[in-house]
Nanobody, 120 residues
Framework: VQLVESGGGLVQAGGSLRLSCATS????????IGWFRQAPGKEREMVSC????????AYADSVKGRFTISNDNAKNTVYLQLNNLKPGDTAVYYC??????????????WGPGTQVTVSS
């Protein structure tokens, strides 16, 4: 099982990015896929999650209305669209997969992460 994030970068406040989580070794429809982030000096937090099979999604209150999670089954990839970015969104963003639970804080598998930096 592998997850690899991409799409991070440096963007000004108010800008947008699209993060990708490319997976291999499993089918995203069989797992709960989540996006988490960790800012310097802070704990890792859940950002958004999706259960493709059940069609369920979840978002942290801090990103509702700004971030959107989606999937491409043909590419076995999950995306996170980040709009109206704020400096407080600066963090390393991680993709994760868990066989059992949506938005589990300790999922089975993690990607290496991608840095998102939002300048004011």
């Amino acid at each position: 099982v592998q997850l690899v994030e991409s799409g991070g970068g440096l963007v000004q406040a108010g800008g947008s990015l699209r993060l990708s989580c490319a997976t291999s070794g499993f089918t995203i429809a069989d797992y709960n896929i989540g996006w988490f982030r960790q800012a310097p000096g802070k704990e890792r937090e859940m950002v958004s999650c999706i259960n493709v099979y059940e069609g369920r999604t979840a978002y942290a209150d801090s990103v509702k209305g700004r971030f959107t999670i989606s999937n491409d089954n043909a590419k076995n990839t999950v995306y996170l669209q980040l709009n109206n970015l704020k400096p407080g969104d600066t963090a390393v963003y991680y993709c994760a997969a868990d066989i059992m639970t949506l938005c589990r804080r300790t999922p089975d598998y993690w990607g290496p992460g991608t840095q998102v930096t939002v300048s004011s």
